[in-house]
């Protein structure tokens, strides 16, 4: 299994947007949850989003509901995260991860999760 996580755009100022992906590779989509789990220096992991493919169900942290939008395109095996209205206090490493689709609640806390990529930080300004 293999992520290749990106974050479109650069610094971000608070109110700003960025877009996060994440191909993934090695397995079957409708298998699994995808989920967007960040951590913040000092913080302990946050569950920000997760989708799953077999019924299309979303489900958001409720400090990003309303801002943030998760998504995916199969024929690119991409999940993104669309992040509005950012935060100071979104700031963190995102992480992009997987969990076998039953298993989906797993992303609350990220604990459980089977395959995690690398992070990237998200740094929004204030």
């Known amino acids: 299994l293999r992520f290749s996580c990106r974050r479109w755009g650069g610094l971000v100022q608070a109110g700003g947007s960025l877009t996060l992906s994440c191909v993934v590779s090695?397995?079957?989509?409708?298998?699994?949850?995808i989920a967007w789990i960040r951590q913040a220096p000092g913080k302990e992991r946050e569950g920000v989003s997760c989708?799953?493919?077999?019924?299309?169900?979303?489900y958001y942290a409720d400090s990003v509901k309303g801002r943030f939008t998760i998504s995916s395109d199969n024929a690119k095996n991409t999940v993104y995260l669309q992040m509005n209205s950012l935060k100071p206090e979104d700031t963190a490493v995102y992480y992009c991860?997987?969990?076998?689709?039953?298993?989906?609640?797993?992303?609350?806390?990220?604990?459980?999760?089977?395959?995690w990529g690398k992070g990237t930080l998200v740094t929004v300004s204030s």
């Open positions: 090695g397995f079957t989509f409708d298998d699994y949850a």
């Open positions: 991860a997987a969990v076998g689709d039953s298993y989906y609640y797993n992303f609350r806390d990220g604990d459980g999760m089977d395959y």
């Open positions: 989708i799953r493919d077999t019924d299309g169900s979303t």
